[in-house]
Every structure is written in C-alpha cells, then in structure tokens.
C-alpha cells in the first residue's frame, strides 16, 4: 500500500491531470445546468473533505461573489434541513463510504434538491445513491489518512467555482484563463515544495518527536491547512492537536497553552499577516516551541521555519501550504511506531458503521 509520503509525491501528477481535464470533469457537467438562479452554495463534508472545502472556500465565495458554508453532513441531516431553494448542494465524500454523507444525499434528493457529489469512488455507497456525481480526477487513495485526495479536493472545488462563475459572467474569460494559468503555475512549482517540506521535516524531526501536543494556527485559506493538522496529527501520530482559526485561538484557546506545547502557525502572507505576528509576539515569550510555515517568505523568518517560495494569492495557498503538514504528521507516525496499513481499532467499524 502506498504511504502519505507516496500520495504526496504523487500530487503534482494528479494536479496536472486535473488541469489538463478540467473541461469533461467539471465543464461540461454543469453546461447543461440553468445555474442562473443559484445564490449560495452549501458544501456538506466531514473530516478531511471538510477541511479541503474550507481551504477553497474564500476564493469560492470570492468569485461566485455569493455565501458559501460548510456544514457536517450528520447535523445537516438531523437538525439543518431547511434548505433555501437556489442553494447549489455539494457532497464530498472521498473514499464514498461515509455514513453520515450517504444519509444526508438520500434526504437531501428525497426532499426535492439536487446535489452533486464529489468523490473518487464510482462504485462507493456514496456514489451508489447519488443522482448527478462528480469524479474527482484521481485514483481512489489507498492508504486511509488521505493527503493527495484531500489537496486534489480543493483544486476540484476551485474549478467548480470558477466554471460557474464564468458561465454565470461573473467573471471574464480572460479572469477565468488568468486564475487556470496561477493554478497550472502552482502545479508546476509542486515539486520545490515537496522538496522544501522534506528537508524541513528531516530537519524538525527531532525536536517534534518530543511533542506532547501539536497545534497549528491559520487564517484565510490557511485555515483549511490548520485543521487538516489537527485531523493528520490525531489519526496519525496520535498525539494531542488542535487545528484553530487565528483569532479564534486568540479568544480563549490561549488560556490553554503551556510552555512546552509546539506551534505551528500557517502563514499565506494575507491580510491578517500583521495580527499573526502580534499573536507570535506574544507566544514567543510563553511557549518554547514556534514555527512558522510561510506560503512565501517573510523578512522576520527564524532558522527553523519554512518558506514554500510561492508568491501568489493568498487564497490560493490551500493548493500547497498542507504538504509540510502532511510530511510532519506521516514521519511523526513513523517515528512513534504506527502501522497506518491497519486499523487502530477494527471494532469500530464493526460497531458503529461509520463507514458503510
Ligand atoms: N477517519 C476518516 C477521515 O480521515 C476522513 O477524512 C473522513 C471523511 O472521509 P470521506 O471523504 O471518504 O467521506 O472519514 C473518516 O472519518
């Protein structure tokens, strides 16, 4: 079975593939479609897709210029259902065996409303039960903690959006060649990126071996990034982690730090660079262990942080920021002696059909 590390190698191809397919993928699904009326969109999600949509959610919002949210499939089910009439549905379900979104695309369609499901598994029970499907673009992933399909999910979302939103002429074809053009650079730079984040890695090892909890902190797209953290470190290294907004953490989750706690904070060089460095201000002088991931670079970068080296628009940072993540989390594992070839916990599944 393929590792993280191979799936993570394996993202500049998907990328490319996706890019040079985006038209029977995602175009021509939705030319039939009267999308004139949609004016929000709802993506319903859970774990590491959920964290993939909040990563392509502000360039979403940005070019649909409409509200899009994210929402757990299972409260969506029990508890949401009163969904607007001209809300373009979309369910993401990678591996297309999750309960929860299964049950949620059976009442959503049950109830009038259509939903495109996003997943790369065609003959999964999510795919089974779902009347316009999306394919993502890629081979369904092997190994259970997913890294090249969650960061193929964010492309495939940014597409999405950015078809709809020239169809609807919310934005120029030329606007439209222009975004495909920053994506097909990000691909290419892909490899660099992967290159940086491995050496990085090599170099940190030691030092995040000895972490007792790992927290990662981000704002923007970047936030997608830092739950993505928290997912990868709870199921992989298996260690304390939290995934936070920035000013989220500054409202509370603060009072929570010890000195001995590691950070990494998720930097796009956005709008709110300046706020993050006040909060790193303030961490520096009460906790040990600081790191910084910049999507570009930054002039008070210390020794141990990284620079990825892209200079693009801060909402399309999601597409890269996470492989450092997913390096660290696939080598801390290693470290602690995981086999992630194997369930934890075999029972679990047997006793609460999570995944179906
Ligand atoms: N532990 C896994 C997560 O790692 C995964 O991200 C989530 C969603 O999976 P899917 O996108 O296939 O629905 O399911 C499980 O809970």
Excluded at 261 to 267: R, T, V, Y
Excluded at 311 to 330: G, Q, S
Aim: aromatic share 8%; with cysteine.
């Amino acid at each position: 079975m393929k590792s993280i590390e191979d799936y993570v190698k394996l993202e500049p191809q998907y990328y490319r593939y996706v890019l040079a397919n985006y038209q029977e993928l995602f175009v021509q699904k939705f030319a039939e479609l009267d999308t004139s009326k949609i004016d929000n969109v709802v993506i319903y999600a859970t774990g590491s897709s959920a964290n993939a949509a909040y990563g392509a959610l502000p360039l979403m919002s940005k070019v649909l210029g409409m509200p899009v949210q994210i929402e757990e499939p299972s409260i969506a089910e029990n508890y949401l259902l009163k969904v607007k009439q001209n809300t373009l549905c979309i369910a993401i379900s990678q591996g297309g065996h999750s309960y929860s979104v299964v049950k949620l695309i059976e009442r959503l369609q049950a109830t009038g409303h259509a939903v495109f499901t996003l997943t790369s598994e065609l003959t999964s029970p999510v795919a089974r039960v779902s009347q316009n499907v999306l394919t993502m673009g890629m081979p369904v992933e092997e190994m259970p903690y997913v890294s090249a399909g969650y960061s193929i999910e964010i492309l495939d979302l940014m597409i999405i959006a950015l078809t709809i939103a020239q169809k609807e002429q919310r934005l120029t074809t030329k606007e439209f060649n222009q975004y495909l053009a920053e994506l097909r650079t990000i691909a290419q730079n892909l490899p660099d990126v992967i290159r940086r984040a491995s050496e990085w890695v090599a170099r940190q090892l030691p030092s995040f071996v000895t972490a007792k909890r790992l927290m990662f902190i981000g704002y923007g797209a970047a936030y997608g990034v830092s739950r993505e953290g928290e997912t990868k470190t709870t199921e992989a290294v298996r260690i304390s982690s939290w995934g936070k907004e920035l000013e989220e953490y500054m409202h509370g989750p603060y009072l929570g730090l010890t000195a001995d706690d590691f950070i990494i904070c998720l930097e796009p060089n956005g709008k709110l660079q300046k706020r993050a460095d006040l909060l790193k201000q303030f961490l520096d002088k009460h906790v040990n262990n600081i790191y910084t991931i910049y999507a570009n670079d930054a002039r008070n970068k210390q020794g141990h942080d990284l620079s990825l080296g892209i200079e693009t628009d801060e909402l399309l940072t999601a597409l890269f920021m996470t492989v450092p993540v997913h390096l660290l989390a696939y080598s801390l594992s290693k470290e602690h002696g995981h086999d992630l070839q194997h369930s934890a916990y075999p029972d679990f599944d047997e006793i609460t059909s999570s995944k179906i």
